[in-house]
Structures are given as structure tokens and as C-alpha cells.
């Protein structure tokens, strides 16, 4: 494998970086954070109309550009950075993905355009109210009523779920249980018998949701043909290295901000950059986050490629991001002192990036146990 960025990609990177300052500053990151939607809808707009990022995944006959995982990495990463504010991971690396993957021809003519251009949003509804994230802990349930399909349970950390057009559901059939009877149905988000609820949540760049459904009917349909419990694994496995990319973004960022502010910060008389304490603490984040990153970039490789050591790949690249994001943000944290924990200082809000990150679609530990699990320990 080579794991150089090819000069396209390097320009990809490149223009995302451009685009995101002028976007994704301090002010436009503040002003989403407090909107009804989370995000503004016009930058949304722009991402998917002027720059075509929405249609990276998707293939050139249903309107896209038919990238890889890798390309998608070297877009997470800045998005990471700036702490983009768009429906991006939910839309592009959890709903499209699963059309994608799961659906029939059929399926993906008729959903994965509009995703490609962004004016149609998804997200996945997996995790359920205990918190776990993997296929067999699923209790929402499905069952045949007719021509129709009955859809009941709850869903929680559901990615800008309190926003998304379409949301694939993921439930067991009745009476199934472990990995039997999982299967993915596309529901529109204003259909009968679907609540929504969005959560309080500590990081307020991304917004997380509760989903009801009650009894709710979907046509036959709507159940994505090639839905199931390996099928789910692999969205997911693909879903935590594009997570684990804007982890990295937000990692390297964290260091970035804290080298800066340790050369302008003067105590003492002196730079506190020129202490050896401030020194070591900058040098161990940066060695933290180059290794993650290279993880993340051999785990994106592999989905590329279609590798069969995906599971393991995506669990290492999770775990790796994981420790190092949390390590830099609260290494900055304590670079910063005091004043990091203020409102007017942007630290604070990778730091809560960090922590929501490392807990969604699975923890440090829930990784690390599949990997073991993976390899047979």
C-alpha cells in the first residue's frame, strides 16, 4: 500500500482547508452551535451544490464522483480541524453509506442522487437507550402486517437525527435474537408514528437524537434489499475510520493551537514555549497524533481496498484516534490553564469534541475488546 495522498487528493485537502477557514471560523462555529438545526443550511448548500463533497461515496451512474475512503479521510481531517458544523458524518459516512451498501438498484437510483447533491440529508439509527453499539445489542423490533412493515422501539445518539430527511432504522425481527433477524428500513423523518427529540448533549457542535417509533408502517419497500447484521458491521466498521479522521483533524488542531499560545503566553519574563515542561507536553502530543494518524490512514487503506481485516482495522484506527484526540485536547487544556476553560477561548470546544467523539459509535475499550475478540485472545 502506499499511503501518500495522490496530488489530487493533496489539492482536495488543500481546497477543503481554504474553504473551511472562510466557513467554519470561531464565529460561524459559534453562531451554528446556536441555531435550531445546528447548522448553517446555506454553507450546507455549498457543500453540496459549489464543492460536490456530499456525492464523494457515491458512484458516477447515480450522480457522484465514485471516490474512496481514503479521499473522504483527506476531507474528514480538515473538517476535524475547523470543527465543521454540517450534517456531513450523519449524511455522507452513516446515510449514504448505508443506501449504498445495503440497497438494491432499485434503491440507490432513488435515494443516492438527491444525497449526492446534499438537497436530501439521512443519518443511521442504531445505538438503542443501554449505550451499546454493537448489531446484537439492537432491541427496536420489525414484524410483516400485510403489504406493510411495523416498526417499534427507541433509538438514541441518533447523528443529527432531530434534522435528517430520511433515517435508516435499524431493528430485529420479532422474537429474533443475536444476529438473526437485523435488518435496515429507510423511514422519512416527518412519518407517522416517528418522534424525535434532541438531546442535551456536552458538545453542542454536534447534535445528537432520540428516536421514537411507534408502531410505526413502512411500505415493503423501504426494507434496504441486502440488510443485515454483516452488512450493518460493515457501514459501522466504515462510519469509525471516517470518525476517526475528524478525530485526528481535531487532535492535530488542539496541538496547533497550543504551540501558538505557548509562544505568545509570557510568565516569568519568558515564553512559556521555552519551559521544558510546556516543550515535553507539545512533543508527546504531536508523537500521539502522528501515530494515530498513521492507523487511521492504513485503516482507510483497507476500506478502500475492501480488505477482509476491515473489523480490526477500523476498531485499531478507532481506539488509536480515540486516545490521541482526548491526550491532545486535554494536554491543550492544561497549556492554556485557566482561561482555556472560558467561553471566549475556542480549546474548550475541542475538548468537548472530543469526548462526544470518543464515545460515539464505541469507546476506547469497546474497541480495543473487539480488536482482542477479532484476533482470538
Known amino acids: ?71 473522504l479521510v483527506a476531507l474528514l481531517e480538515p473538517m476535524g480541524e475547523t470543527l465543521l458544523c454540517a450534517p456531513f458524518l450523519s449524511s455522507v459516512c452513516l446515510g449514504a453509506r448505508s443506501v449504498l451498501v445495503a440497497g438494491s438498484e432499485a434503491q440507490k437510483s432513488l435515494w443516492l442522487p438527491p444525497l449526492a447533491v446534499g438537497t436530501l440529508t439521512a443519518t443511521l439509527a442504531h445505538a438503542e437507550s443501554e449505550g451499546a453499539w454493537d448489531v446484537e445489542a439492537i432491541r427496536a423490533t420489525w414484524r410483516r402486517d400485510g403489504e406493510e412493515i411495523v416498526l417499534s422501539g427507541t433509538k438514541r445518539f441518533v447523528v ?64 434496504l434489499e441486502r440488510g443485515d447484521a454483516d452488512t450493518l458491521d460493515r457501514i459501522l466498521q466504515c462510519a469509525t475510520i471516517s470518525l476517526s479522521a475528524e478525530q485526528i483533524g481535531c487532535a492535530q488542531r488542539a496541538l496547533d493551537l497550543s504551540v501558538a499560545y505557548a509562544k505568545e503566553r509570557v510568565q516569568y519574563g519568558r515564553p512559556i514555549g521555552s519551559f521544558q515542561a510546556i516543550k515535553h507536553k507539545c512533543a ?52 492554556f490553564g485557566g482561561v482555556g476553560f472560558t467561553w471566549e477561548y475556542d480549546i474548550q470546544l475541542y475538548f468537548k469534541r472530543a469526548r462526544s467523539s470518543t464515545s460515539l459509535l464505541g469507546d476506547v475499550e469497546h474497541h480495543r475488546e473487539r480488536v482482542a475478540r477479532e484476533l482470538g485472545l
Open 284 to 335: 508527546d502530543m504531536m508523537v500521539k497524533v502522528e501515530s494515530a494518524r498513521s492507523v487511521v490512514y492504513y485503516a482507510a487503506c483497507v476500506a478502500a481496498e475492501g480488505g477482509e481485516d476491515l473489523p480490526i482495522a477500523a476498531s485499531m484506527a478507532k481506539a488509536a484516534a480515540s486516545d490521541a484526540c482526548s491526550f491532545a485536547t486535554g494536554c491543550a487544556l492544561q497549556i
Open 160 to 223: 443529527d437525527g432531530h434534522t435528517a430527511d430520511r433515517i435508516v432504522v435499524a431493528a430485529r425481527e420479532t422474537g429474533s435474537t443475536g444476529r438473526e433477524g437485523i435488518a435496515l428500513f429507510v423511514v422519512e423523518g416527518d412519518a407517522p408514528g416517528l418522534t424525535r427529540r434532541r438531546l442535551p448533549t456536552m458538545d453542542q457542535t454536534r447534535r445528537l437524537a432520540e428516536i421514537g417509533l411507534q408502531d410505526l408502517r413502512v411500505p415493503a419497500q423501504a426494507r
Open 1 to 71: 500500500m502506499d499511503f501518500r495522498f495522490s496530488e489530487e487528493q493533496e489539492e482536495l485537502r488543500e481546497m477543503a482547508r481554504a474553504f473551511l477557514a472562510e466557513v467554519s471560523g470561531s464565529e460561524p462555529v459559534r453562531a451554528a452551535m446556536a441555531s435550531e438545526t445546528g447548522f448553517d443550511p446555506e454553507v450546507w448548500k455549498r457543500i453540496g451544490t459549489e464543492l460536490g463533497w456530499t456525492s464523494v461515496l457515491v458512484p458516477e451512474e447515480h450522480g457522484g464522483l465514485g471516490l474512496t475512503d481514503v479521499d
